[in-house]
C-alpha cells in the first residue's frame, strides 16, 4: 500500500501500536467528538454510530485514493453502556458491577475511501463475551490506585498481567484490547487494498495471546458524496 495516504481516526496508542502491526506507515489524528450516547440509545447502535462519527471526523484531510479508519470500543451489561469513568469513585462502581459476571464488549470500526469524487464508508461490528474473575474491594481499590482503569471503557484493561481482571472470554481478544484486526484487513481487502498478509500471526504475536478465534465478519458499505467546494 506504498504512497497510499492512511488516517488513524484515533489518538490511543494501543490503537496506534496494533495498527503498526499489520500497516507500516499511517498517521492518527485524534477525533474529538461528543461521544455522549443518546437517551435510550442502545450499546451497539451508540457503538456504530461512534466509529462512524470519527471517521467522518477525519475524511476532511484525506485526498483521493486516501484511508481512515474510525474505531470505538463499548463496554457494556445489562444494555447499561460503561463508559470512561469520569473518577475514582465511578471507576470503583464499574469494577463492583462487572466483577464474577459476563459482560459483552463492542468494537466498531468504520473505514473510509476517498476514491472518485465520493467518500466510500464500510462498517463492521465485532462484539466478545468477557468474564469478569471476583475482584474483591482491595483488589480494585489497588488496581485503581495504579491508575490503569482511568481513561478506558468499562474501568478495566483486558491486557494487564498484573491485576488480570479477565478470567476469560469467547470472542475475538484483539477486539477487547480496542481494534479487532481481521475486521480491519477483510475491509482493506474488500476496498483492493492488501495488508500484511499473516493478520492472525501478527496479532497473536503482538497480543502474546493465542486466538483462534474465526470471526463472522458482517460489513455493510455506503457513499456519501464529495463536498469539499460545494
Not at 475511501?113 to 461490528?125: A, C, D, F, R, T
Not at 491485576?163 to 479487532?180: D, L, T
Request: hydrophobic content about 35%.
Amino acid at each position: 500500500m506504498e504512497n497510499v495516504k492512511i488516517i488513524l481516526a484515533s489518538a490511543s496508542p494501543r490503537r496506534q501500536k496494533m495498527l503498526s502491526w499489520i500497516i507500516p506507515e499511517f498517521e492518527s489524528m485524534p477525533a474529538d467528538i461528543d461521544e455522549t450516547p443518546y437517551p435510550g440509545e442502545l450499546p451497539v447502535p451508540y457503538c456504530r454510530r461512534m466509529a462512524l462519527g470519527k471517521a467522518l471526523h477525519c475524511a476532511e484531510a484525506l485526498p483521493e485514493g486516501g484511508f481512515v479508519i474510525g474505531s470505538d470500543t463499548t463496554v457494556y451489561i445489562n444494555h447499561q453502556i460503561l463508559g470512561k469513568p469520569r473518577d475514582e469513585d465511578q471507576a470503583e462502581e464499574m469494577l463492583r458491577t462487572l466483577s464474577g459476571k459476563d459482560h459483552l464488549v463492542c468494537t466498531a470500526v468504520a473505514m473510509g475511501h476517498q476514491e472518485n469524487g465520493k467518500l466510500s464508508i464500510q462498517q463492521s461490528v465485532c462484539e466478545t463475551v468477557v468474564h469478569f474473575r471476583e475482584m474483591s474491594r482491595e483488589e480494585i481499590l489497588d488496581y485503581i490506585a495504579s491508575g490503569d482503569p482511568m481513561g478506558k471503557a468499562g474501568a478495566y484493561a483486558i491486557q494487564n498481567h498484573e491485576f488480570h481482571p479477565v478470567e476469560s472470554i469467547r470472542g475475538c481478544y484483539a477486539s477487547v484490547v480496542g481494534f479487532p484486526l481481521c475486521h480491519i484487513g477483510n475491509m482493506f481487502h474488500r476496498f483492493g487494498y492488501e495488508t500484511y498478509p499473516q493478520i492472525r500471526s501478527a496479532c497473536n504475536a503482538g497480543t502474546k495471546y493465542q486466538c483462534n478465534y474465526v470471526p463472522s465478519i458482517l460489513i455493510n458499505t455506503i457513499d456519501i458524496p464529495d463536498t469539499k467546494g460545494v
